[in-house]
């Protein structure tokens, strides 16, 4: 900006005024946000988080939510192009049907910022980094808890229905693959039911009714790719006279505070943390990407597993 009072007053004027003249701030950044949708509590946690980091920041934050669609997505990243914001950033609903629009961003020499979920694209220079969870990784978890519960209990035959986040998504396609891998190495786990529930505790609970009028008493193990399936599963378990927890064991996926509760109350029984809050991150990522800095591709965040051994003790500390 100084430099531009240079320009305007000529260098000399410029040289013995500049010190009398108020330091102007940097033009504060502004970030083009294009959310999935507010599906559940692990969404909102994640708005939340984005919302509450750039405002520290002072960052100029314009937020879409594109209700669980692709078409509003695009939409909303053609828009920030015509803006003009300095950066966009967006969780993708689903991994593919990126290309065109990521390519516009490009030519706009608009950096692109990926959070929480990735994409797939011919082209990885689309995109400057990919901030988010390792889900072939949270599966597995999900899975390994599962063979050390099978072990623990007499190393029956389980039969397992698996609840699907939304089809295409990244975390459906990654905890399905992760699951599958690690159940893979005891055949008597066996996946009998498999159906996208859309990451919601309505579609959740429609599906598991659904899976108990099919293979009632058969099911002995749900397996749900996020905690707002697992909790509309556990009211569907419950309205069929079933126990959760007991009479179906429940592994779930995000840790949000939802599943801490019915842990608590016996009716889950492990959830694998999925970390929401990639605020702070995105916020650090964007400043050096706008100061021209080198960023690293793919930035993953710490999780743990709760099993509802931990629960009570853990609640208090939960910070979404
Ligand atoms: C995972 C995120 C998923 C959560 C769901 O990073 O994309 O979407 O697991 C959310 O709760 O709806």
Not at 13 to 41: D, H, M, N, W, Y
Not at 131 to 142: H, Q
């Amino acid at each position: 900006m100084t430099l531009t009072r240079r320009t305007f007053l000529g260098a000399a004027a410029a040289a013995s005024c500049a010190a009398a003249l108020p330091a102007i701030a940097a033009k504060p950044l502004t970030i083009g946000f294009s959310q999935v949708g507010a599906e559940s509590e692990w969404r909102t946690a994640n708005t939340a988080s984005i919302k509450d980091a750039t405002r520290r920041a002072g960052i100029n934050l314009k937020f879409a939510d594109a209700q669980q669609q692709q078409q509003n997505q695009v939409k909303a990243i053609r828009s920030f192009i015509a803006q003009r914001v300095d950066i966009i950033a967006f969780s993708p609903v689903v991994e593919t049907g990126w290309e065109t629009v990521l390519r516009e961003a490009k030519n706009a020499k608009i950096p692109v910022i990926l959070t929480d979920r990735a994409v797939k694209v011919s082209d990885p220079s689309l995109y400057v980094s990919f901030i988010g969870s390792d889900f072939v990784e949270e599966g597995r978890r999900a899975g390994k808890w599962l063979l050390d519960y099978a072990k623990k209990n007499g190393d029956k035959p389980l039969n397992i229905v698996e609840l699907q986040g939304t089809t295409g998504a990244a975390p459906a396609n990654d905890r399905k693959k992760g699951f599958a891998e690690a159940i893979a190495s005891n055949p008597k786990l066996k996946i009998i039911r498999s159906q996208t529930g859309d990451f919601t505790r309505a579609k959740g609970k429609e599906v598991m009714e659904a899976f108990l009028k099919s293979e009632g008493k058969h099911i002995n193990v749900l397996y749900a790719h996020n905690d707002d399936m697992a909790i509309g599963a556990i009211q569907a378990i419950e309205e069929a006279g079933l126990k959760p927890g007991k009479d179906i064991v429940i592994v779930s996926i995000d840790g949000v505070r939802g599943a801490f509760e019915a842990m608590k109350a016996g009716k889950l029984n492990v959830t694998i943390e999925c970390n929401p809050l990639l605020g702070p991150i995105l916020v650090q990522t964007a400043q050096e990407v706008a100061a021209g800095k080198p960023v690293s591709k793919r930035i993953t965040v710490n999780e743990g597993v709760f099993p509802a051994e931990v629960a009570a003790k853990e609640l208090p500390n939960r910070r979404y």
